[in-house]
């Protein structure tokens, strides 16, 4: 949604817009994803509304998916650690736009731009959810690639932590993982609040 310009307190935010789009496609690569798109929302003051509704139902329109992934869109991650207003935001409107997608009478400036209604969408998983209903196993071979991916956001996790990158990541990836897997006898997994569409 952003390029994350107000990311990293000490560094300015054009200069931290260039850096994290750079570590945000490294990431992405570091797990086979070849293309990222940003969609160039102001960083820190996301708006939820009909205006990032219209841009997510935009990509889902290009894209078509039958399963979109988004943000936890809770007030918290669980207990009492509060959630950012933008990951609320987006959260809550790609529940939303998911929908919009596919209805014609909804954007149809969209449809006369190129981008046809997609009603093909099945499932919305929300990621980081303090409520989640699925898991997805992983193995070794996953958990290494994730850490990896999240390393890749060396700036970002240099300005919030005095651990290694990689350390920080695994520390991050794993431990997610591992709190998850009280709830799957013990296996690692990645887990998700799944919402059917149509």
């Known amino acids: 949604m952003t390029r994350g310009e107000a990311g990293i307190d000490t560094m300015a935010p054009a200069e931290a817009a260039r850096v994290r789009e750079a570590e945000q496609r490294a990431s992405a690569a570091a797990v086979g994803v070849e293309s990222v798109e940003f969609l160039d929302h102001r960083d820190g003051v996301i708006e939820e509304g009909v205006a990032l509704r219209r841009d997510l139902a935009a990509a889902i329109r290009r894209h078509r998916p039958d399963l979109v992934v988004t943000l936890n869109h809770h007030d918290t991650w669980g207990r009492n650690w509060w959630?950012?207003?933008?990951?609320?935001?987006?959260?809550?409107a790609t529940l939303d736009a998911a929908g919009d997608a596919g209805n014609r009478w909804i954007f149809t400036d969209l449809a006369e731009a190129?981008?046809?209604?997609?009603?093909?969408?099945?499932?919305?998983?929300?990621?980081?959810?303090?409520?989640?209903?699925?898991?997805?196993?992983?193995?070794?071979?996953?958990?290494?690639?994730?850490?990896?991916?999240?390393?890749?956001?060396?700036?970002?996790?240099?300005?919030?932590?005095?651990?290694?990158?990689?350390?920080?990541?695994?520390?991050?990836?794993t431990g997610a993982m591992d709190e998850i897997a009280g709830r799957t006898d013990g296996r690692r997994a990645v887990a998700f609040q799944l919402y059917p569409r149509g």
């Open 114 to 173: 190129g981008l046809e209604p997609w009603s093909g969408v099945r499932w919305v998983a929300v990621a980081g959810s303090p409520e989640p209903t699925h898991a997805v196993e992983v193995g070794e071979e996953d958990v290494e690639r994730a850490v990896a991916s999240l390393a890749e956001h060396r700036a970002y996790i240099t300005a919030l932590s005095d651990k290694d990158p990689v350390a920080y990541a695994r520390e991050v990836v």
């Open 83 to 92: 959630n950012t207003p933008d990951h609320r935001a987006v959260g809550r």
